[in-house]
């Protein structure tokens, strides 16, 4: 496709429920991104993938964060017995190349919005 | 700690003038900056960059400024157009900040017809 294509654009979801995000970044980018926007902030960084490769995951709030990129192409990102303080907008980006000084820009999709009851 | 700072909520300009936007950095190991738009319900869109070897990249109506010495950089819109308005977000990166790219809280820019 043309542009990152996040799935679903919004869920719902009851406290304690497991969650899915997806994440479809451009054709040939080798990195790709996942961030956190809380209303009213700028993104905030969660984990990178080059290929299928997580190099960090740094950003990960906690260990009911997990996010995989087993074929280096889609992504997801879960996260298990979901709170309140979860909710927020969740966006993917990719890139054509990030690091040792040949970054390239990050492209984002539209986001999935998380609203957790 | 905030690295990358945006100090003005927001910013009101006439159709046709000149929009400056200006983004504040801390960490001096920035060394590639970029600026995107935001519409409501949107993903934000990549706009232009600039590395720090370079002081001034143009795109168009859009030029980015980079002050090193200041760490400071600024976004002009010239001319303005009313479908500009939007939230714009700096954001920075540099090897010593890893995989990240670190946002700026934004600016709502409102283009007045």
């Known amino acids: 496709g043309a542009g990152v294509s996040q799935s679903p654009r919004y869920k719902v979801a009851k406290r304690g429920q497991d969650v899915a995000l997806r994440c479809d970044p451009i054709s040939g980018h080798v990195s790709l991104f996942w961030y956190q926007q809380a209303l009213g902030q700028g993104p905030e960084f969660l984990t990178y993938?080059?290929?299928?490769?997580?190099l960090d995951k740094s950003g990960l709030p906690s260990d009911r964060f997990f996010a995989e990129r087993p074929e280096g192409s889609v992504s997801t990102l879960k996260i298990q017995r979901t709170q309140q303080e979860d909710s927020a907008v969740y966006l993917c980006?990719?890139?054509?190349?990030w690091g040792q000084g040949k970054n390239q820009p990050q492209h984002f999709g539209d986001g999935t919005r998380l609203s957790i009851l | 700690d905030q690295q990358v700072k945006q100090n003005s909520p927001s910013l009101s300009v006439q159709e046709g003038r000149i929009s400056i936007l200006n983004c504040d950095y801390t960490n001096s190991m920035f060394d590639y900056f970029l600026w995107y738009k935001k519409y409501p319900a949107e993903g934000p869109t990549f706009l232009i960059s600039?590395?720090?070897?370079?002081d001034k990249n143009e795109d168009g109506r859009f030029t980015v400024f980079l002050n090193k010495s200041a760490k400071h950089l600024s976004l002009h819109i010239v001319p303005s157009q009313p479908g500009d308005s939007a939230v714009y977000f700096c954001?920075?990166?540099?090897?010593?900040?890893?995989?990240?790219?670190?946002f700026g809280e934004g600016t709502q820019l409102t283009v007045n017809p």
């Open positions: 954001a920075a990166s540099g090897e010593t900040s890893g995989s990240r790219l670190t």
């Open positions: 980006a990719s890139s054509l190349a």
């Open positions: 993938f080059q290929n299928e490769a997580q």
């Open positions: 600039i590395s720090s070897i370079k």
